[in-house]
């Protein structure tokens, strides 16, 4: 069938919605219950990483739920559009803490945190699963994939850029209020665009029965492309270091950076300036430096370009917390565009070495688990985020980093070793881990642009074979 205009644009819409909501989560849960409802940052790191873990564990069971799934309204929109309503609905129980005691806070995060993890992959799944059973052409597939992509991209960055601002401005200067009410905006807003995709989306009702592998099978096809292992490592470790940064960069803003502005409340505007040029660096990354670089160097070089340059960007961040320049916003620039701009140009080439494993394993087994692969990404990067944020806990606990007053708005005076501790925390860390996947990479990656264009014109040679035998 061929893909309208108006349906690209509402299968777009529903990318924003929905990577608005995991933002929030992501980047926002751990500093909200940490620092504003004063839970120890060990536990809520701890629930984090259980609860993603668990996430992405079940993921494949909810990819073989849904296509199994036979109903007048098709396969995926009814999984789409009731995951979205739960989803939202505790989005909203999440960020609308009940005033309890340090326990009862602590079982009511833990079990809030879980349903929302379930609830949203009601609705990830089915939404990027739905891509082949609307669109007929490789070609379309793709198109769509990408559109779904970048508006996720883009609505990852309404949340990462406008989140304090917003905050700020509707709780009048309590962090609590302005975070139920921007949670109650934006889960009305997720609503809403999904219900527009569910309404635009031509899925016709589904009369075939789906043939479906069990989890087993699907991660012993994994495990058996050692192509597909490497990138899945190399995304975990690259993926830590980003989700690491995320979380404590809002906490230097606040205790470290605020400590050299005239008006130390104001480090909010100063944090989403450099959230914008971040997150507009990872974009332009993607978008320009990217196809740019193409046209000179093979993807495995800008692989490892890109590697050292986020080192370089950590490291120049730690020197210029080492010899007093971290109080210059100019200064960190340098640093954040080298980090981001080589984070956004990662996350392309991390795709394209999945879709390079896909042909490589085909190659090897006589099988093409595009699917299986795939899935794999939101498993390894959920998994990824959860270690992040166990180890951000850990380590904010370690440091002894004091909560805000949240009530009062006045910020917490850490003391000197908290400070040099969270710098530590927020360079060495990432900077371990990026050198770990480089080196992971370049000892077992083989699958260059000339390794990877032999076995595609090795398939498409067997496929021809295949054809004039059966002819």
């Given amino acids: 069938m061929k893909f309208t205009r108006k349906q690209t644009a509402a299968y777009g819409l529903g990318a924003v919605g929905k990577d608005m909501v995991y933002a929030l989560s992501a980047s926002f849960v751990m500093y909200f219950y940490q620092d504003i409802l004063g839970l120890p940052a060990t536990f809520v ?10 996430d992405a564990a079940n993921d494949p069971f909810m990819g073989v739920l849904v296509a199994k799934t036979n109903t007048k309204w098709g396969r995926f929109r009814p999984w789409l559009l009731s995951g979205t309503v739960l989803n939202a609905f505790v989005l909203f129980a999440l960020f609308k803490a009940p005033n309890l005691q340090s326990t009862g806070l602590m079982a009511y995060f833990a079990v809030i945190y879980i349903l929302w993890g379930v609830t949203y992959t009601m609705m990830d799944i089915p939404y990027w699963s739905m891509i082949p059973a609307v669109t007929d052409t490789p070609k379309e597939r793709e198109s769509l994939t990408v559109v779904g992509r970048t508006c996720a991209g883009v609505g990852n960055a309404l949340i990462t850029i406008g989140t304090m601002l917003a905050v700020k401005f509707l709780g009048g200067g309590n962090e609590r209020t302005g975070f139920m009410w921007f949670a109650l905006i934006i889960s009305v807003l997720f609503i809403i665009t999904e219900a527009v995709l569910c309404k635009v989306i031509d899925e016709k009702p589904a009369t075939d029965k789906m043939e479906t592998t069990s989890v087993k099978e699907m991660f012993r096809s994994l495990f058996a492309n050692d192509q597909a292992m490497v990138t899945v490592a190399t995304i975990i470790l690259i993926n830590m270091a980003l989700y690491i940064t995320s979380n404590l960069i809002i906490y230097f803003f606040k205790y470290d950076f605020s400590q050299s502005l005239a008006d130390p409340t104001k480090w909010q505007e100063t944090y989403t300036l450099f959230t914008s040029v971040g997150g507009a660096s990872q974009i332009l990354g993607m ?29 120049i961040l730690l020197c ?27 996350t392309v080439l991390t795709t394209v070495f999945l879709t390079s494993s896909v042909d490589y394993g085909e190659l090897k087994s006589g099988h093409r688990e595009e699917s299986v692969i795939f899935s794999m990404q939101t498993f390894v990067v959920k998994a990824a985020s959860g ?3 166990f180890l951000t806990g850990i380590g904010m606990d370690m440091i002894g980093l004091k909560g805000n007053s949240e009530s009062t708005g006045e910020i917490v005076k850490q003391s000197a070793s908290t400070l040099t501790g969270l710098r530590f925390l927020m360079t060495l860390i990432p900077i371990a881990g990026l050198i770990l996947a480089f080196f992971v990479f370049i000892r077992h990656f083989i699958l260059t642009d000339e390794k990877a264009n032999e076995i595609a014109l090795e398939l498409k040679q067997r496929k021809g074979t295949a054809d004039e035998a059966e002819v």
């Avoid at 100019?330 to 956004?344: A, E, Q």
């Fill in 287 to 315: 978008m320009l430096l990217y196809p740019l670089l193409r046209k000179f160097l093979s993807n495995d070089k800008i692989f490892k370009l890109c590697v050292c340059s986020a080192i370089a960007g950590y490291a």
């Fill in 45 to 54: 790191g701890s629930i984090l990483m259980i609860a993603r873990i668990f």
């Fill in 387 to 389: 270690v992040a944020v």
């Fill in 320 to 346: 210029a917390c080492l010899f007093g320049l971290a109080n210059s916003l100019v200064v960190l620039l340098i640093p954040g565009v080298l980090v981001f701009l080589s984070n956004g140009i990662l």
